[in-house]
């Protein structure tokens, strides 16, 4: 294959301008990649910092009430930060600070990257600026306070859709204007090579950790690992490593809004085609003449119309299947996570939540799933309460 | 037909944008043969994009404005047919990979042939990936245009060597957009690509005034401006032609 392409996916199409940027970054990750000092670095941090290795959680009570399938949890929602996105960015910033950068920028959907930014730029001492759809700056206003209170810049995007491609778009004419002194943390296994590697590099421990604990617990590898698929970091990351164990069916779950056979949806793999789009040739949303479509979901993390390259290939060889979730299913899935086993999933993971609600069922009771909670609710309450009505403030 | 190698013979080439369907067709119709007669030496025809990421704020407001009122890149081939052939102007159009992949690149390159479109400028197509139309491009004939950009420097030969039509020098860091002052050393960039090929060169990116205009094109074969004619576009709409006219005029007779 060649470098930097999934089957016919990946490649770098990028303006000119930002192609030495690019490459410096790729020259450096590949040199640092290998290098045992970054590598301790990193999990140092890792331990010491973020708090993994996360917890696999036995979820006997869902287990139970399912009448399936033995249910875990992948507990990335008590990482530092409440996300997976922590392990990316002390990745890429850790990389950015052995590049010489100063400055960081970045795009943000529901806050969660952008948060996982402005604490790793904070803990480093590194300048960072945010960009964040104007829409979702609205649905998850805590998260920009958060991002403020860490010391990051957050810029509302107002142009497009106001959503997370938005964010990217402006991140990346930003990074255009400066790129001596400063590293584009892009969130997502997405992106120009080479970012789409770095950042499942980066998320692939989740995967790592999920084999070892469950060889533990359970002397034998799941049956099925879920997780919710916007960009796809958080899927990447909890399917590379069984990626060869063909016995592991990988389920990446999407946002179908409003639901996949309706235009308020942004479910790619569902709707999409193959396109060129934010430096990736891989799957999108768009119409004949390629324009990019105003996608729709309630969750601002999975609100994207397309997917990553690597996503894109395991779709089209079979190994990951791709199933949509609607809005309603994972609102559901959102309460009954919250009042079955006390814990409050981030809207993005509940789509994950509410497929393994379906699947487990169908399972004998010796099967085993796993679900990778990517990250916390707590941001999402507010929004919750207003999709069900609820007026918190009166 | 006019080829783009025309639009160099006539001094310092002028190359000026418009958004194609901003704010209508018929505007950009008219626009055509304005920009043509007032001595424009080559027309770049912008197919809007929903996301163009190498655009500022101007454009990218022209590119939602013409895909609201109904802009397909069907119906600027249809455009172009008509028009070109009346034109003494090369064209050209400038868009996004996308757009052209998802119509199905040997489609598209057929139908540019066709209607008389000489070459395409597709920003975020860089060396590396340029594989993904010279195929097509050579089959019927389309030059795909290089572009080179400040932060180039050792690869400004590669991409030069290959390049087709002329090199389109970006001269400055960011995406498009008026500025008070371009401060790249831009006759370090056009001197490099003077020594890798014979094909001309235009500076393109934060030209506004014809001042700048004279500055730039000193170093170079010619300049282009988008921004500036689209402003004028957004700010007068269906009655933009005459005050085009008027700005064409002072740019070319600037470089001249």
Known sequence: MKKGRFGEYGGQYIPETLMNA??????AYEHYKNDPEFIKELDDLYKNYAGRPSLLYYAEKMTKDLGGAKIYLKREDLNHTGSHKINNVLGQILLAKKMGKTRVIAETGAGQHGVATATGAALMGMECEIFMGKLDTERQALNVYRMELLGAKVHPVSSGTGTLKDAVNETMREWTKRMDDTLYVLGSVMGPHPFPTIVRDFQKVISK???????????RL????LACVGGGSNAMGAFYEFI????????????AGLGADTPKTAATIATGSTGIFHGMKSLFCQDKYGQIAPVYSISAGLDYPGIGPEHAMLHDTGRAEYVPITDDEAVNAFEYLSKTEGIIPAIESSHAVAHAMKLAPTMSKDQIIVINISGRGDKDVAAIARYKGVNLYD | MTKISDAFKNGKAFIGFITGGDPDIETTEKLLYTMSESGADLIEIGIPFSDPIAEGPVIQEASER????????????DLVAKVSPNLDTPIVFMTYINPIYT??????????????????????LPYEEKDELTPECNKYGIDLISLIAPTSHERITMIAKEAKGFVYCVSSLGVTGVRSEITTDISAMTDLVRKATDIPCAIGFGISTPEQAKKMSADADGVIVGSAIVKIVAQYGKDSAEHVAEYVRSMKEAIS
């Open chain 1, 244 to 255: 060869p164990d063909k016995s592991v069916r990988l389920i990446g779950c999407e946002a």
């Open chain 2, 103 to 124: 119509y199905g690149k040997e489609k598209f390159m057929s139908k540019c042939k066709e209607c008389g479109i000489q070459g395409i400028i597709v920003p975020d």
């Open chain 1, 209 to 219: 950790e999920i084999k070892e604990q469950i060889m533990d617990k359970e002397g």
């Open chain 1, 222 to 225: 799941p049956d099925a690992v």
């Open chain 1, 22 to 27: 690019v490459k410096e970054l790729d020259e």
């Open chain 2, 66 to 77: 013409a895909l609201a009122a109904g802009c397909t890149t069907d119906k600027l081939f």
